[in-house]
């Protein structure tokens, strides 16, 4: 299951990911924002964020205008490594090397077509499981 979340600016890209989603067969569940009126993207993450960690959803994919303050808001979160991916290589590197478990967007940066794109190498790409990169992602969480 894919959790779901967006400000006022990741809106409109995130509707065209769900299409994808619904294309695929892809189940998710969408937390929101529901339109493009003003909202604090902070509400977002924290939603997909402890969905992921209740283990509601396995991944999730969050989109604001630029993806960085929704994706801030996520790495707050132990156990959350969200990635801010403009490309596919970023995505896929992502996955192999970190485990991420969550694809931050900009819904102003990344057009659609390139979005849908990222999403797919995101949802479709393993972690490796590789020593080195386990080792690097205990690093990551431990204070």
């Not at 929101?32 to 959803?57: M, R």
């Not at 808001?73 to 995505?91: E, P, S, V, Y």
């Amino acid at each position: 299951m894919i959790a779901l979340g967006c400000d006022h600016g990741g809106y409109e890209l995130k509707q065209e990911i769900k299409k994808y989603l619904d294309e695929k067969q892809l189940e998710y569940v969408d937390f929101g924002c529901d339109s493009t009126e003003a909202v604090d993207y902070p509400v977002y993450a924290k939603k997909v964020a402890k969905a992921i960690l209740s283990g509601e959803c396995d991944k999730g994919i969050l989109i604001c205008g630029t993806g960085i303050g929704i994706s801030i808001t996520a790495n707050k979160f132990k156990g959350i490594r969200a990635a801010l991916c403009t490309d596919c290589f970023c995505a896929e590197a992502t996955r192999l090397h970190n485990d991420a478990n969550v694809l931050a967007l900009g819904g102003r940066v990344v057009g659609p077509g390139l979005a849908v794109k990222i999403v797919d190498t995101f949802l479709n790409t393993p972690f490796s499981g590789a020593e080195r990169h386990m080792n690097r992602i205990k690093q990551m969480e431990t204070e």
